[in-house]
């Protein structure tokens, strides 16, 4: 992790630190208030989804630890929100291990709190664009954190809508070197919903709010998202909205359809 001059780039809105405001969080600029902003008055419901997908996240992580993961790692990390992953992991396991991977700035302003590990597990930091999975599996410090000779979670959490080019090819690249019995646990922003209390006209002019920043954003319907999952076996109820995904903790999981507009998985390589 470096320790040289930070650029944040702070005239400049980014999806991080949009997503740290709308779950309440404090390191953003005005360029990022200002986007998250206008995306609450075009889809109010933006909130309720950062705050579900963080569940989600929450939900995964302490599946997978039942499942007997020990090595994690978590793509597109953002800023830290408490309780981040690892957290999570080396509650239900101490031993457990973590690579975070972000590429804002202010993510690795911020990453010696994603560092404070357990003694008998490993968290490490690299700072890297996820439109670069092989400059990912090269980082030195993925290697001395991890090995990858043993199962490891994968961990894209509403990262790859803001990921330009083939992200098939980036998750197939990623998940190629990682041991049988590993996994995959994504979420992904999704426009399928078009009925009840669903807002597709709210989630198109979201969608702008970001593009118009330069932020690049791409929702994915149901059969896309299935697409990452080929070849690996589906945890049961597969893809689904992610506040149905084994939804113990949502008093009322209904509440939340056609709100919550992301879909989210675990899948398993055998």
Do not use: C
Not at 110 to 135: C, F, K, M, N, W
Request: aromatic residues 8%.
């Amino acid at each position: 992790m470096s320790d040289g001059p930070i650029d944040l780039r702070t005239d400049v809105a980014h999806s991080a630190r949009m997503y740290d405001y709308f779950l309440g969080g404090k390191d953003s600029y005005d360029a990022d208030r200002v986007a998250a902003e206008q995306a609450l008055k075009d889809f109010p419901h933006v909130q309720l989804t950062a705050r579900t997908n963080r569940e989600f996240m929450r939900h995964a992580t302490r599946y997978l630890a039942g499942q007997g993961i020990r090595q994690y790692l978590d793509i597109g990390t953002g800023i830290p929100t408490e309780p981040n992953l690892h957290q999570i992991a080396q509650e239900q396991a101490s031993e457990s291990r973590i690579v975070y991977v972000d590429n804002d700035p202010l993510v690795l302003a911020h990453a010696r709190a994603l560092l404070v590990s357990t003694p008998e597990g490993r968290t490490t930091y690299i700072q890297a664009d996820a439109a670069d999975p092989a400059a990912i599996l090269d980082a030195p410090e993925l290697r001395k954190t991890l090995d990858l000779s043993q199962p490891v979670a994968l961990s894209l959490m509403a990262l790859l809508h803001f990921v330009p080019g083939d992200v098939y090819d980036i998750v197939n690249t990623l998940m190629a070197p990682l041991a049988p019995g590993s996994y995959l646990a994504m979420s992904h922003v999704t426009t399928d919903f078009d009925e009840g209390d669903a807002d597709p006209e709210g989630m198109a002019r979201l969608l702008q709010v970001y593009a118009d920043r330069g932020i690049p954003v791409r929702a994915r319907s149901h059969t896309e998202v299935a697409r990452f999952f080929d070849g690996l076996e589906l945890v049961e109820p597969g893809v689904t909205v992610i506040h149905r995904w084994r939804s113990e903790g949502i008093a009322h999981p209904q509440s939340y359809d056609k709100r919550v507009s992301l879909y989210g998985a675990v899948g398993k390589k055998v």
